[in-house]
């Protein structure tokens, strides 16, 4: 602790306000609120004799964690910073901290994770929100959570002021050009409030940086109900995920989440066998060589085409479309 007096005074100031506080808080996620993801969960101990914890997330266990040694104390002081792994929808969370073998405090609550596969959130849980100031004090003793337009405008990303804490971002396999940058501000507002809003959303957002796509939509015969509405994030992510073009599932789950009744019918053709076409799991004949594996856009095009249901290649009819990958 020698060379950091301040951040020990804070300390304890925030032991002696904590006599009202529960024994620990739950920082991130708020308790009752919903999250979009699962990346942290952030915990402030209060009672100073808790030298371990142990999360159960619905019902499974953690190994104990040790966060009594001076080292951790040292970087940490009295946050525990987690990356758990949320179920799909509610979580019921119980924190307990040990002092040595015994359970000496407990705390428990409950999350939402809003992952694709959750169902409609119950109107409970309110979103949560982290870059607010009765959150943002736990932080700034050892973050700056007030950047400077300057620092932001720094893209080496080590460099870049949300780089810290938000570098899980970059970790995914599709990255997005401008969020790989750190160019966060980009689209993020450093006057709006909320903090950080996004002010420009879907297709005024994309189109300011994909004006070719615009060009190229707005030429087009049809377009997809969803281009029609100028719905970009519905299917993309601004910042990256782990499919290619930043989708938020894969190809065939993305499209079937809308098109439920294509996936159980007998698409395209009736086969003897009483299914119908392939749909995924094959290589894709129209594109030799690629890698790609059969999947909705092998025949349609995602975004609009020229003819009815945006086949690829703008084929007038099924014949000339069957013969992209049908021609012996
Ligand atoms: C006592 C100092 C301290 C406080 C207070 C603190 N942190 Fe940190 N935090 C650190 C250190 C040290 C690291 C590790 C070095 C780094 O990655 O910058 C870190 C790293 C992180 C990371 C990255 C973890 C990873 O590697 O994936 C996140 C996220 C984070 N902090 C969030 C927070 C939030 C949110 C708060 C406020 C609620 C907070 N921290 C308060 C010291 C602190
Ligand atoms: C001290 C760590 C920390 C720093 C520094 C930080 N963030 Fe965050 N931020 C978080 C955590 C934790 C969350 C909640 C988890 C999440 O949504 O990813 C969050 C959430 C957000 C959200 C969602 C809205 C909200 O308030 O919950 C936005 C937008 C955001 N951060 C943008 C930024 C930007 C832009 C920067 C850089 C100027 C930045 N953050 C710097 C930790 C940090
Ligand atoms: C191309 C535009 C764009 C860029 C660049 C961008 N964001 Fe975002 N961000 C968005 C949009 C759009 C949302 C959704 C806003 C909402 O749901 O309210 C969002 C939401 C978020 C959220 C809330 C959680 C989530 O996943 O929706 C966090 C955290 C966040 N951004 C952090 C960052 C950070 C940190 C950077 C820089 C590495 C960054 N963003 C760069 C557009 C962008
Ligand atoms: C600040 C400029 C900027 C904004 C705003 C922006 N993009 Fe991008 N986008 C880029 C850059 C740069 C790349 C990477 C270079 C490339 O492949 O064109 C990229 C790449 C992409 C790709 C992958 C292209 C590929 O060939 O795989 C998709 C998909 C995409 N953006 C969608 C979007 C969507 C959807 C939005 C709106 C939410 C958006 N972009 C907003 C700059 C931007
Ligand atoms: C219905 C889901 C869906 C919507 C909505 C959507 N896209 Fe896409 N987009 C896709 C799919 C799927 C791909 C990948 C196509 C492929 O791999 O052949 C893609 C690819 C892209 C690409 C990269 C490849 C290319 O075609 O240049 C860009 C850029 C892009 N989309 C921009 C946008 C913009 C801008 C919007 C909003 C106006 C938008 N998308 C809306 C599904 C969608
Ligand atoms: C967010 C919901 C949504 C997603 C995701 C989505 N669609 Fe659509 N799709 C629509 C809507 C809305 C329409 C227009 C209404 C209609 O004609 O059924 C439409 C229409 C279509 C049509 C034309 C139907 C017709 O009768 O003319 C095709 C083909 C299609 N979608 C294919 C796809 C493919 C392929 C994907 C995945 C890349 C996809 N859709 C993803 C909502 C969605
Ligand atoms: C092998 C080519 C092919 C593939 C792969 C394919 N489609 Fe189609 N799709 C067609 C043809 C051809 C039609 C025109 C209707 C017809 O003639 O059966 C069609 C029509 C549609 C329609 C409008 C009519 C209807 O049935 O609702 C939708 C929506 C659609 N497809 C969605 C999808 C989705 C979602 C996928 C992926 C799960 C997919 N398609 C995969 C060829 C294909
Ligand atoms: C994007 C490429 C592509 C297009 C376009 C396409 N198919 Fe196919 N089709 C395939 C693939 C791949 C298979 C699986 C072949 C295999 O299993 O060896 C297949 C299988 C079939 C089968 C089943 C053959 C069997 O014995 O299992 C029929 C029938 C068929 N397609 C008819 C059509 C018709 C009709 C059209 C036009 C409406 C069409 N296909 C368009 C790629 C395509």
């Known amino acids: 602790m020698k060379g950091k007096p301040a951040l020990f005074a804070i300390l304890l100031g925030s032991l002696v306000v904590s006599s009202a506080e529960a024994a620990i808080t739950f920082i991130y996620p708020a308790p009752k609120t919903q999250v979009k993801r699962s990346d942290y969960l952030i915990l402030k101990m209060n009672n100073p004799q808790i030298t371990g914890i142990r999360i159960t997330v619905n019902g499974?266990?953690?190994?104990?964690?040790?966060?009594?040694?001076?080292?951790?104390?040292?970087?940490?002081q009295d946050l525990v910073i987690l990356q758990p792994v949320w179920d799909s929808g509610k979580n019921e969370i119980l924190v307990e901290g040990f002092g040595g073998e015994k359970v000496i405090d407990s705390a428990s609550t409950e999350i939402f994770f809003k992952d694709r596969r959750a169902a409609d959130v119950p109107a409970t849980y309110k979103a949560n929100a982290m870059h607010v100031l009765e959150t943002e004090k736990y932080c700034s003793p050892c973050h700056d959570m007030n950047p400077t337009t300057t620092q932001m405008d720094n893209n080496l990303d080590k460099k870049n002021p949300c780089?810290?804490?938000?570098?899980k971002m970059a970790t995914v396999n599709f990255v997005h050009g401008p969020a790989g940058t750190f160019s966060c501000a980009y689209c993020h507002s450093l006057k709006d409030t909320p903090?950080?809003?996004?002010?420009?959303?879907?297709?005024?957002?994309?189109n300011e940086c994909h004006a070719d796509k615009e060009a190229e939509f707005k030429k087009r015969k049809f377009l997809h109900g969803p281009i029609e509405a100028g719905m970009c994030e519905i299917c993309h992510d601004a910042h990256g995920t782990n499919f290619p073009s930043q989708l938020h599932q894969p190809i065939n789950e993305l499209c079937l989440s809308c098109h439920e009744s294509v996936g159980a019918g007998t698409h395209v053709v009736r086969l003897s066998t009483g299914g119908g076409h392939p749909l995924k799991d094959r290589p894709d004949p129209s594109k030799p060589g690629s890698g790609r594996e059969l999947s909705c856009v092998s025949c349609h095009n995602p975004h609009?085409?020229?003819?009815?249901?945006?086949?690829?290649?703008?084929?007038?009819?099924?014949?000339?479309?069957?013969?992209?990958c049908h021609n012996k």
């Open 195 to 206: 903090k950080y809003k996004v002010p420009l959303r879907d297709a005024p957002l994309c």
């Open 163 to 167: 780089y810290g804490c938000h570098k």
């Open 304 to 324: 609009g085409g020229d003819v009815r249901f945006y086949f690829q290649n703008n084929s007038d009819d099924r014949m000339q479309l069957c013969q992209m």
């Open 60 to 76: 499974l266990a953690s190994d104990t964690m040790l966060i009594g040694s001076p080292e951790y104390r040292k970087a940490f």
